[in-house]
């Protein structure tokens, strides 16, 4: 059997049943953009470590379509977990004799970059925003305060937010992909993991804010357009026109996120709770990503821990 033949079998009959629409549309990208093309016309049995470890070495070299230079190494590991995944089945199933999945060198991932906004950037966009009272941009101030990702923000709806006990319950996400039909919509599903379904204490300070939009809102959505629903990338262009508007460096709306969990951190909140937050799946991730920010923190507390030394003199 061809090797494409078995990746689209594999993905109607083990992933589209089972994965959330999500998940299917990314791997259906990864087959039919990357894998396909490269090893499509091979046989099963043609699939060895070494054909395989050539396929990564060529990925990291010339494997984005779009410039035609490398895809970065936590690309080529997804491509890898894909392909991974549809010999592992073959191999379960008797369709070929050796598993040769599990002899790939993958390339070492890098952590990426955590951008996040200082304290006097962050308070420019506060004051613009409450100044303004531009409640299309209230969704701004929730995420620099519950560290919300942007599908989580514009899926949030007004019943998902508890006025008398003041918490946020994260239940569901939206992006944007094509549906089982090929057609391109907004599509609204639960979150990715277990963890990331969540219930966050919002700080009273901003509670009173919500209480405000929420008499103001035409819509069941916390972040609208009048009425209408707001997508993804209106939302981060308007993000970005504002830090224009307020000459403040660009960077992308995730980093109002990461500046949440800095911001926390530098107020002494555990990693663990801190961790629960954000809708990690165990503090190690946190630790991992923030471990610049709780360097600071670990300063402060040893500088503190430092005033007791004994000066020249003293007794």
């Not at 491509?79 to 369709?95: E, W």
């Not at 989580?152 to 094509?178: F, H, P, Q």
Request: proline share 3%; net charge positive.
């Amino acid at each position: 059997m061809l090797y494409r033949d078995w990746l689209l079998k594999w993905l109607e009959n083990y992933v589209q049943p089972s994965a959330k629409q999500r998940t299917y549309t990314r791997y259906r990208e990864v087959v039919e953009q990357h894998i396909i093309p490269q090893l499509g016309e091979l046989e099963l049995s043609e699939i060895t470590p070494y054909v395989l470890q050539c396929y990564v070495t060529e990925m990291l070299k010339t494997g984005n379509l779009r410039t035609g230079k490398g895809l970065s190494s936590n690309s080529v590991n997804s491509i890898i977990t894909v392909i991974q995944s549809t010999l592992k089945t073959a191999y379960t199933l008797g369709i070929i004799n050796e598993y040769s999945g599990d002899k790939i060198k993958r390339p070492r991932s890098c952590e990426k970059n955590v951008d996040c906004f200082s304290l006097s950037e962050q308070k420019m966009i506060e004051q613009y925003i409450l100044n303004e009272e531009n409640t299309r941009l209230s969704g701004v101030l929730i995420c620099l305060y519950t560290g919300l990702r942007i599908g989580e923000l514009l899926a949030l709806e007004w019943s998902d937010i508890d006025m008398s006990k003041g918490e946020l319950r994260v239940n569901k996400t939206c992006y944007y992909g094509k549906d089982n039909n090929g057609v391109f919509r907004r599509i609204t599903d639960t979150p990715k993991t277990k963890s990331s379904i969540r219930t966050i204490p919002i700080p009273k300070q901003l509670m009173s804010y919500l209480g405000v939009a929420k008499k103001k809102s035409r819509s069941t959505y916390v972040v609208a357009n009048g009425s209408s629903l707001v997508s993804i990338r209106s939302y981060q262009r308007s993000f970005a026109l504002l830090l224009k508007k307020l000459h403040i460096q660009h960077r992308g709306f995730h980093s109002l996120r990461h500046t949440f969990a800095t911001r926390a951190l530098e107020c002494g909140m555990d990693v663990k709770t801190l961790s629960e937050i954000l809708g990690h799946k165990n503090p190690t991730i946190t630790l991992s990503r923030y471990a610049h920010s709780l360097m600071e923190h670990k300063k402060e507390m040893m500088n503190k821990l430092g005033s007791l030394f004994l000066k020249k003199g003293e007794k």
